[in-house]
């Protein structure tokens, strides 16, 4: 049992490549657009960076999600990475490559006001605000 013990301790494990706080890894099916547009502001607003994940045909979602913040004056690129992912098909008994794409944006100079000025716009509309729920 020490042996075990020893031995996990002396793992070397890089947490930062397999899970980013700040990443959302978006899906063709499961959530509405505005769901990752929202979503992406609220990371922009927490760790001033999001980077956008997405396989095969969601990544038409991540770039729209991306372009819809860009057009908004809410985000910049800072890098756009493309590349290819073998996944295991368990109906064909092979591996499936499929495409992956990884846009990370960054807030605008004028995000804060960006976002206080809609805060505000909903607040005198009479709807409830998002953040403080």
């Known amino acids: 049992m020490e042996g075990i013990t020893e031995g996990v301790n002396n793992m070397n494990i890089n947490i930062s490549d397999s899970y980013k706080?700040?990443?959302?890894?978006?899906?063709?099916?499961?959530?509405?657009?505005?769901?990752?547009?929202?979503?992406?502001?609220?990371?922009?607003?927490?760790?001033?960076?999001?980077?956008?994940?997405?396989?095969?045909?969601?990544?038409?979602?991540?770039?729209?999600?991306?372009?819809?913040l860009k057009n908004n004056g809410l985000a910049v690129e800072k890098k756009i990475m493309t590349s290819t992912v073998d996944i295991k098909d368990d109906s064909r008994g092979r591996p499936v490559q499929k495409a992956k794409i990884e846009i990370v944006l960054g807030k605008t100079a004028n995000f804060d006001e960006l976002m206080?000025?809609?805060a505000a716009d909903d607040a005198e509309n009479g709807d409830i605000d998002e953040q403080g729920a």
Do not use: D
């Open 21 to 68: 706080k700040n990443r959302i890894q978006v899906s063709n099916t499961k959530k509405p657009l505005f769901f990752y547009v929202n979503l992406a502001k609220r990371y922009m607003q927490q760790h001033n960076e999001v980077e956008l994940s997405a396989l095969g045909m969601a990544i038409a979602t991540v770039v729209t999600v991306a372009e819809i």
């Open 116 to 118: 206080a000025a809609a």
